[in-house]
């Protein structure tokens, strides 16, 4: 059965304080990977597409990195406003490319 | 570009009613995705269109759940009879082309609760 599972379920943090969301998976067929942020109350909005182990993507205070079991979401000197649910979702062939997403990672960035 | 609308954004019924959700996807996609979000399970892809026809609806959870797209603009889901367990943040989101190889754009969301 696919997996995806991400760690930690929360995480707090002091401003600048700098950290890493980890997203691991156990499946077959994987094409991509990737990466959304969830306000409270809103949907999820993208973030990331990773395709291939050793991929890298950066926006702004954001880094993801690609390795064949897990992903990580880097996040350097957050803010406040970093404050939000990050999933991670998997791409596979499933008869067509069927995305699966993991349960998040809640971050709380204190001033 | 106004995003996926979704309406109504919150709706509180009594068990055993039935309950129609409504989804407008952004012009021009051709792929809209029904997902359900709880704290338990996350968030679960109930059932995708691509270009108007249901290509995998295995995620529905059972005979009350019923969606539809009858044109590339509109789509609604439906639970009748609603039951407490139904009580959830039902997502719909679309893309451009095929699949989920596209980057997925999401509407806000309905938040149900079942009384």
């Known amino acids: 059965e696919d997996q995806v599972t991400q760690s930690p379920e929360a995480l707090r943090l002091q401003e600048g304080e700098s950290s890493s969301l980890n997203c691991s998976y156990t499946v077959s067929g994987l094409r991509g990977l990737f990466w959304y942020r969830q306000d409270p109350g809103k949907g999820p909005e993208f973030l990331f597409t990773?395709?291939?182990a050793g991929e890298e993507k950066e926006k702004e205070r954001l880094k993801a990195t690609l390795t064949k079991k897990e992903s990580f979401l880097h996040i350097t000197a957050p803010k406040p406003e970093d404050s939000a649910t990050y999933l991670c979702?998997?791409?596979?062939?499933?008869?067509?490319?069927?995305?699966?997403f993991g349960t998040g990672t809640k971050l709380q960035v204190i001033p | 570009d106004a995003g996926v609308i979704q309406s109504p954004r919150h709706e509180v019924t009594e068990m055993g009613q039935e309950v129609t959700l409504r989804c407008k996807p952004i012009?021009?996609?051709?792929?809209l995705f029904w997902y359900r979000q709880t704290m338990m399970r996350g968030l679960e892809l109930l059932i995708y269109f691509n270009n108007n026809v249901p290509i995998d609806d295995s995620g529905m959870p059972e005979d009350r759940f019923s969606a539809k797209m009858p044109n590339a603009s509109f789509s609604t889901l439906k639970i009748q009879p609603s039951e407490p367990r139904d009580s959830a943040v039902y997502f719909c989101?679309?893309?451009?082309?095929?699949?989920?190889?596209?980057?997925?754009?999401f509407g806000p969301g309905t938040r149900l609760l079942v009384l």
């Open positions: 989101a679309s893309s451009l082309g095929a699949a989920g190889g596209e980057t997925q754009y």
């Open positions: 979702a998997v791409l596979l062939v499933r008869g067509y490319q069927k995305v699966t």
């Open positions: 012009s021009g996609h051709n792929s």
């Open positions: 990773l395709y291939s």
